[in-house]
Nanobody, 130 residues
């Protein structure tokens, strides 16, 4: 079964850090673009960051640029989202998604809807307390 599994969410205080992980099951991420999305209760899904595993190119939404870093561990086939200087507004369920097309990933992550992406994880909750 092809799926993504996120982990690393939890409760953190304002200004703290968390590192989320996204691991693939049933396939490898080598040639995929992987993106992170988030959705808070009552709000629209938002694209956060993505990485093209073929060349390492990254994209960040303006709301997280300079605070979040997306990276890959090819040996472990895991994508990470390092989140620093967390703010209450970062409280959300975070999802990772993968697609073989980096163009589709950018077209999905900039508007934030994630439309049409191939594989999704189940999400991990991040709560930032003030």
């Amino acid at each position: 079964q092809v799926q993504l599994v996120e982990s690393g969410g939890g409760l953190v205080q304002v200004g703290g850090s968390l590192r989320l992980s996204c691991a693939a099951s049933g396939f490898t991420l080598d040639n995929y673009a992987v993106g992170w999305f988030r959705q808070a209760p009552g709000k629209r899904r938002e694209g956060v960051a993505c990485i093209d595993n073929k060349n390492g190119k990254t994209y960040y939404s303006p709301s997280v640029k300079g605070r979040f870093t997306v990276s890959r561990d090819n040996a472990k086939d895991i994508i990470y989202l390092q989140m620093d200087s967390l703010e209450p507004e970062d409280t959300s369920v975070y999802y990772c998604a993968a697609d073989i097309s980096p163009l589709k990933m950018i077209q999905a992550i900039v508007p934030g809807d994630g439309k049409g992406l191939e594989v999704w994880g189940q999400g991990t909750l991040v709560t930032v307390s003030s």
